[in-house]
């Protein structure tokens, strides 16, 4: 199984990013897809997370209304649009598999930095 995440960078406060993260080696369609951020010195959290039946998404208070997630069964990917960012939006972003039988996979991470 393998969660291949791309599309982060270097942006100004303001602006707006697409993470993508294709999936491969896993029925796509089982599992519960969502994205995740670690800060140096922080701890992982939560913040998108999409349903793999009712396509039901969740956001923390601190990304809703900015980070959206959507995903496209047909190509096994699953997105996160990021818009309005904020220096503390400053992370590796990493994308998570879940099913409903408990197995869960990681992507590699990918960084994202807001920065003027």
């Known amino acids: 199984v393998q969660l291949v995440e791309s599309g982060g960078g270097l942006e100004q406060p303001g602006g707006s990013l697409r993470l993508s993260c294709v999936a491969s080696?896993?029925?796509?369609?089982?599992?519960?897809m969502s994205w995740y951020r670690q800060a140096p010195g922080k701890e992982r959290e939560l913040v998108a997370t999409i349903d793999g039946v009712s396509y039901r998404t969740d956001y923390p208070d601190s990304v809703k209304g900015r980070f959206y997630i959507w995903r496209d069964d047909v190509k096994s990917t699953v997105y996160l649009r990021m818009n309005s960012l904020r220096p503390q939006d400053t992370a590796v972003y990493y994308c998570h598999a879940r099913n409903s039988w408990g197995e869960v996979y990681w992507g590699q991470g990918t960084q994202v930095t807001v920065s003027p």
């Open positions: 080696g896993l029925t796509f369609t089982d599992y519960h």
